[in-house]
């Protein structure tokens, strides 16, 4: 691989695939719709942090059970965290739910509803 990682190539020949607009990106899409598809973005920082607020709650909920289940596994336990993520209009529908065995505890967070609209203009994460 040649070190061409960086850059951004726009073929005028092209046609976006999106608005019709001459010069394309490799993905077909003009620079402006690129962009627009990046602020559009759904998932991004904001969801993040609502998956992570959520695993802590559910997290110091079941830290004494957790510490229990653990001393009485003979010091091994496996916990699952689950994410579930819904799209819709804009804004991400975040619940996590917490999994661990011995006892066989299962709950969820409450829904949270984020939307990343307020994100700055290229603050990408993909
Ligand atoms: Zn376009």
Known sequence: MEGKAAAIK????????????????ESGYCMGCATKLITDMAIGPH??????HQIGV????????????VKACGNELS????VELK????????????DFTAEK???????AMVSEIQ??????ER
């Open 10 to 25: 726009i073929n005028m020949d092209k046609k976006c695939v999106r608005c019709g607009e001459a010069g394309a990106l």
């Open 47 to 52: 969801t993040l942090s609502a998956i992570q």
């Open 58 to 69: 559910l997290f110091r909920e079941y830290q004494r059970k957790i510490d229990k289940t």
């Open 79 to 82: 916990i699952t965290f689950k």
């Open 87 to 98: 799209v819709l209009n804009n804004q991400v529908a975040v619940q996590t739910g917490i």
């Open 105 to 111: 505890i299962k709950d969820k967070a409450e829904v």
């Open 119 to 124: 994100g700055g203009l290229f603050e990408t």
